[in-house]
């Protein structure tokens, strides 16, 4: 039975991640350049154990509890530090997406070359699926993986809107091995950035973290490149996806926690029409309407990572553990409501703070352009929702389904 409150341990722990990321996490962010990897922050992240814990399983080694490990133990780390730092959470993030098929699908070799240093923050990762023709309809990726010789393939084509490109030092790319397949023509590799023949551009986007183009010219992939199965590669995609979405829900509900939070303590100390803006009733309700949707997504978010967890202490684990009954739908749901609140309650907090939030360097102003990126990314809210309605339906036509 999923729970719907942390325990104390739990709820001490992310109290201390947000102090560490106010205190020693927030100033490193402060230094870096908009739009670039921020090294010293990754790599402080791996000197906290924090990266490490990315890859924690519930009751698994790396010396995290059940409580604070797993699925959920994931999105507790994500809010908080994304209450206090939104470029330490987006920095974590990024490293968990693009190293985790590696943890789940990589050889053995794979995993000692690369998971050591994604842990310690000495290499930076990049999950690279998206293409300028392919974002959300990603059974529709074009990058061609073209038979060189019997032991591997070509790469040529293109990645567009990558988070951590062009500076990762390496990528999990999606490629088509087999053509006019769609999902089941797709293969996922492991590319270290040095490989010949890739190059990648910087985009300028809204928002703060790196996101570029990759572009590659015949880079030459092996069979001991291939993450999981040839031609599997789509189920790699999806069930990372299906991992960190609704830790996407979490990043989400922490932006929405400080914006609220900020909104309490404004509105309790601006004067306004002979009282503190909170005496309005229509400030009052609004402020109620914005925690109550904050609570909800929250509590979505954890449903949607206990259910993962469980999944896997039933005895499946990692790709069979995302394929559980009803996971990906909660998983959709968690991403769906969560960002769509996130964006509720940051605009209504702007409204609220009025001019100064929409200055530069205020809080709300950062939350502003960071907030709108996660209804786009991992599946935009459109996918989210046909995700859902088609996990509705499928269980439906089951349940009439006659028993063998």
Not at 51 to 79: N, Q, Y
Not at 141 to 170: H, M, Q, V, Y
Not at 277 to 297: G, P
Request: hydrophobic letters at 45%; one cysteine or more; charged letters at 20%.
């Amino acid at each position: 039975m999923t729970t719907f409150s942390l325990d104390p341990g739990q709820t001490a722990w992310c109290a201390e991640l947000r102090a560490l990321a106010a205190e020693r996490l927030r100033p490193l962010a402060e230094k870096g350049e908009p739009g670039h990897v921020n090294r010293p922050l990754v790599e402080a992240l791996g000197e906290l154990g924090l990266l490490d814990r990315l890859f924690d399983e519930p009751g698994g080694r790396g010396g995290a509890g059940r409580a604070t490990a797993g699925a959920l133990g994931l999105c507790l780390m994500r809010e908080s530090l994304a209450y206090a730092c939104t470029e330490a959470e987006t920095a974590l993030a990024l490293q968990g997406l693009g190293a985790h098929p590696v943890h789940a699908y990589g050889s053995a070799a794979q995993r000692a070359r690369w998971l050591p240093e994604a842990r310690a923050g000495r290499a930076v990762a990049a999950f690279a699926l998206s293409e300028p023709g392919a974002g959300s309809d990603a059974a529709a990726l074009s990058l061609a993986a073209e038979p060189d010789g019997s032991e591997g393939w070509r790469l040529t084509g293109e990645k567009r809107w990558i988070s951590n490109a062009p500076e990762a030092d390496f990528y999990t790319v999606f490629a088509r091995t087999s053509p006019d397949a769609g999902a089941r023509g797709v293969t996922a590799f492991l590319v270290p950035a040095d490989r010949a023949g890739l190059t990648g551009t910087a985009l300028d986007m809204l928002s703060p973290h790196p996101i570029g183009a990759l572009a590659f010219d015949g880079v030459r992939v092996g069979r001991d490149d291939v993450l999981g199965e040839t031609d599997r590669g789509f189920r790699v995609a999806m069930t990372t996806l299906n991992r960190f979405r609704p830790s996407v829900g979490a990043f989400a509900v922490g932006m929405a926690a400080a914006a609220l939070d900020a909104s309490l303590a404004h509105t309790a100390e601006r004067d306004a029409f002979g009282g503190k803006l909170k005496d309005l009733q229509s400030v009052a309700h609004q402020i109620a309407e914005m925690a109550t949707r904050t609570e909800a997504a929250r509590l979505m978010v954890y449903a949607a990572a206990a259910a993962y967890d469980e999944q896997g202490a039933a005895g499946a684990q990692g790709a069979e553990a995302a394929r559980g009954p009803g996971i990906a739908r909660r998983a959709a749901m968690a991403k769906l409501l969560a960002t769509e609140t996130a964006q509720y309650v940051v605009d209504a907090a702007v409204q609220l703070h009025g001019a100064r939030a929409l200055q530069r360097g205020h809080l709300l102003e950062h939350l502003y352009r960071e907030v709108r990126a996660p209804r786009i990314y991992e599946g935009a809210s459109e996918i989210q929702r046909t995700i859902i309605a088609k996990e509705l339906y499928s269980a439906q036509t089951s349940e009439k389904e006659p028993p063998a």
